[in-house]
């Protein structure tokens, strides 16, 4: 008899645990954000205080994304929406509006972008401001300050959570810098299919190429792009050249076929991979890209 009445002791306890872990996730706020590394970006400032969910998912292609009734369906009763804004996703005022009154940050308000100079983009700002360390930093501001703004209860928290990731991104730029800085002069020079890398190419002194400005119209590159930088390619000697992972690599591996380069490797820019993948988080991407450029183009 004692034995039953433990064991239903036990099952209540834990009905009870169980009940009171789902009221206090319900209790959460929840905050959407438009794709994996700005949720990445939001859940170490947020740490246990928020629910934060990415709309798109790990490896999805975020620039023209067709989002799914079941998109919209998550997302209703959500408590705000984190965007990067600068023209990246071409889907995200058709998805808010269908949505109602659920209020939206754009993450890059206060970084001065730098344009995209080629084709029918030319003029407009390059959305991939988070390839920059120090623009991530504007970032992290962004979202504290959101958060704080949502839930101002949880203000020491934030702000705690935020500048413990700020010192993280600093370390992981100054890494970065001492380590590309290693390339030689002839081989500073990033090829990439997409121009995603201008702000990188800028914060750590490399030559920027590449076959298509934005993803949203790549096509898998036009002859006359992949001509264009079989030229660059040869005239400048460069030893390899990089694709990105959401994207075919067929153009780029032409390119290093005809031009005499090594194709090497893809480089992470739009999405992180699943908690198994490559690149689980922002600051391993940063990393696992410098990695590979320096792999491919070889350092001293």
Not at 25 to 45: C, E, G, H, P
Not at 196 to 208: G, I, V
Not at 240 to 245: G, K, L, N, R, Y
């Amino acid at each position: 008899m004692m034995r039953i009445y433990r064991v239903v002791l036990l099952s209540a306890l834990l009905a009870a645990a169980g009940m009171a872990q789902a009221a206090q996730a319900k209790d959460k706020k929840t905050v959407l954000t438009t794709f994996t590394i700005l949720s990445d970006m939001a859940q170490n400032v947020a740490g246990d205080r928020l629910n934060v969910v990415s709309i798109t998912k790990p490896g999805a292609e975020i620039h023209g994304y067709q989002f799914t009734p079941s998109d919209l369906v998550g997302a209703r009763g959500a408590d705000l929406i984190l965007n990067n804004g600068l023209n990246l996703e071409l889907w995200f005022e058709k998805f808010t509006r269908q949505l109602g009154k659920i209020p939206n940050v754009t993450l890059t308000e206060g970084i001065i972008p730098v344009n995209i100079t080629a084709d029918a983009y030319r003029g407009k700002p390059n959305p991939h401001a988070w390839m920059s360390p120090k623009n991530a930093l504007i970032y992290v501001d962004n979202i504290r300050k959101a958060f704080v703004k949502l839930d101002p209860a949880g203000a020491k928290i934030f702000n705690a959570n935020a500048r413990k990731y700020s010192d993280q991104i600093r370390a992981v730029d100054a890494r970065l810098r001492t380590q590309l800085a290693s390339l030689p002069k002839n081989q500073r020079a990033l090829v990439t299919c997409e121009g995603a890398f201008s702000y990188l190419t800028r914060d750590y002194n490399l030559a920027e190429h590449y076959l298509w400005p934005v993803n949203a119209e790549e096509g898998q590159g036009t002859p006359r792009q992949i001509k264009g930088v079989i030229d660059v390619v040869r005239v400048g000697k460069i030893p390899a050249v990089f694709c990105e992972s959401t994207v075919p690599t067929r153009g780029m591996e032409q390119v290093a076929r005809e031009a005499g380069a090594k194709f090497g490797g893809v480089l992470y820019v739009d999405s992180l991979t699943d908690a198994k993948g490559s690149v689980p988080t922002y600051l391993i991407l940063l990393q696992k890209d410098a990695d590979t450029i320096l792999k491919g183009l070889g350092s001293k």
